[in-house]
């Protein structure tokens, strides 16, 4: 067994721990490894750690949190297992004591211990956003967990002769196949990469006050007091939500909004702050002109899609992302989910099919809004924490019948109603602005790519291939399945 740590240089203080996974299996994963969690060192530029045996290997970037230096070291050898988990347990001191598992180094190891321990089950009992590989190295035997929302990416694939697990695929610099792999738990054959699920989510709900279930979700998503948290603001209805609980909770806290004087989430913004009281409201002008083109191949990079509103959006989150690291801030909160869960993008009738909407809408969540979301902080070393993603608030709005979430010429009923106390009423009436829209990003971006007259996936797919050479026809690098066709009739603002 072979271990290899490369420490990377300080970036600040604090704890931090969300990461990235390489897992290898063939003749030559101990001498690939390395390059291949190199690639991912953005997202866990603190360390970089791998183990081998024989034809195994597994490397992990590490973006520290939970657990200072050899403490949090991962991958991590737990009797007969070795494994690595990318993400934030949130209750993972409370099952170290329920489960007499003595005082935790950081969550990933309690994750471990208690797959030593208790094996698949464990997925009921974690409360988290979190993908990661538990490996038997006597027999090669390779678990893999995701969580109930797939908020954190992992996925299976062929690269030469090495079956991969990945938290990106630009780890790999070929594949021969690849795809994600399910949520829960599931086996991953090491020879074939034939997949098996196991064991799914159920659902847990402990209390169905909407108010009081989403402030937990913010609270339990808050780092520790020593350590500063972000939060990303547009002054839409789902960001101000959860800007409303933290300020209660954080006075400290640093808000974080993207456009110039004239676009409507700046408006926006300023008229939360002055009813929130907000103390540290930072806003980001909107970038040069000149540096749309290097922000264009740079998120296409990021988020391995020539998809445009996943390319736009997701310069957004990359641009605010940015500044969020260079505030020496990795943790933020953000509104993404409310609109999936909560009918955010639709006027729906009660004879439309907006229960099958929204359904495609949560389950193509992590190939769109959390993919452009993760790989679009990831590529800052910061992390977004997502509380209406909360498992006990999926339970909840899952839950819902139509005139909780639809009325005339509206959406998103209940939350409107439920924080009429908490919000000033421009804020509780405003309608659905995309990310690159309410910002005025998307004009810059939507220019630039019809410069040549050609439309923006075709200019983006050129961008795409010039950094990558996978195969262009798999849908995970540009599918949007509910919005494409209103994706490539879009104009610079919403109709």
Not at 246 to 275: C, K, M
Not at 364 to 392: I, K, N, W, Y
Not at 447 to 461: D, F, I, P
Request: with cysteine; charged share 25%; net charge neutral.
């Amino acid at each position: 067994m072979m271990i290899e740590v490369v420490r990377a240089p300080t970036r600040g203080e604090g704890n931090r721990r969300v990461c990235g996974i390489v897992f290898l299996a063939g003749l030559q994963a101990r001498s690939r490894i390395s390059a291949c969690v190199e690639r991912l060192r953005h997202r866990g530029p603190d360390e970089l750690s791998t183990w081998s045996e024989g034809k195994l290997a597994l490397g992990f970037a590490r973006l520290e949190i939970n657990g200072v230096g050899r403490l949090g070291r991962q991958p991590h050898c737990q009797g007969s297992l070795v494994g690595a988990v990318n993400g934030e347990i949130y209750n993972y001191r409370a099952l170290a004591a329920a489960h007499n598992l003595g005082t935790p180094a950081c969550d990933a190891h309690v994750a471990l211990q208690m797959f030593e321990r208790r094996g698949i089950g464990i997925i009921e009992e974690l409360d988290g956003f979190f993908s990661g590989v538990v490996l038997r190295p006597s027999d090669g035997h390779l678990v893999c967990l995701r969580d109930h929302i797939g908020k954190k990416p992992l996925f299976v694939g062929r690269s030469r002769q090495e079956i991969f697990v990945t938290s990106e695929l630009k780890a790999l610099d070929e594949i021969e196949w690849f795809e994600p792999l399910p949520l829960g738990v599931s086996s991953v054959d090491a020879v074939s990469g034939e997949i098996r699920a196991i064991a799914g989510h159920h659902p847990v709900l402990r209390r169905t006050d909407l108010v009081a279930v989403l402030e937990e979700a913010v609270r339990k998503r808050l780092p520790a007091a020593e350590q500063r948290v972000g939060v990303l603001l547009s002054g839409g209805l789902d960001s101000s939500i959860v800007a409303s609980f933290v300020a209660r909770h954080r006075a400290d806290a640093t808000y974080f909004t993207l456009g110039d004087d004239a676009s409507s989430d700046r408006q926006a913004v300023e008229v939360v702050s002055r009813a929130l009281q907000l103390n540290d409201v930072r806003v980001l002008p909107l970038p040069a002109h000149e540096r749309i083109p290097e922000l264009v191949r740079r998120v296409v990079y990021a988020t391995e899609s020539f998809n445009p509103s996943i390319v736009s959006n997701g310069i957004a989150t990359y641009l605010l992302c940015e500044a969020v690291r260079d505030a020496g801030i990795k943790v933020v909160l953000t509104g993404e989910g409310a609109d999936e869960l909560f009918g955010g993008y639709h006027v729906f009738a009660r004879c439309d099919p907006w229960r099958e909407v929204r359904q495609r809408l949560i389950e193509d969540l992590p190939t769109t809004e959390l993919r452009r979301l993760d790989l679009a902080s990831m590529a800052h070393g910061v992390e977004a924490r997502c509380p209406f993603l909360d498992r006990a608030v999926r339970t909840l709005a899952e839950g819902l019948e139509f005139d909780d979430l639809y009325g005339p010429d509206e959406n998103k009923v209940i939350l409107r109603r439920m924080f009429g106390d908490a919000l000033p009423p421009d804020v509780l009436c405003r309608k659905k602005s995309s990310f690159d829209v309410g910002s005025g990003l998307r004009g810059q971006v939507v220019r630039y790519l019809r410069r040549n007259g050609r439309s923006e996936r075709e200019e983006l797919r050129d961008v795409w291939r010039e950094q990558f050479a996978f195969d262009a026809s798999n849908e995970y690098f540009h599918a949007y399945p509910v919005f494409d066709a209103a994706i490539d009739a879009r104009g610079e603002g919403h109709r």
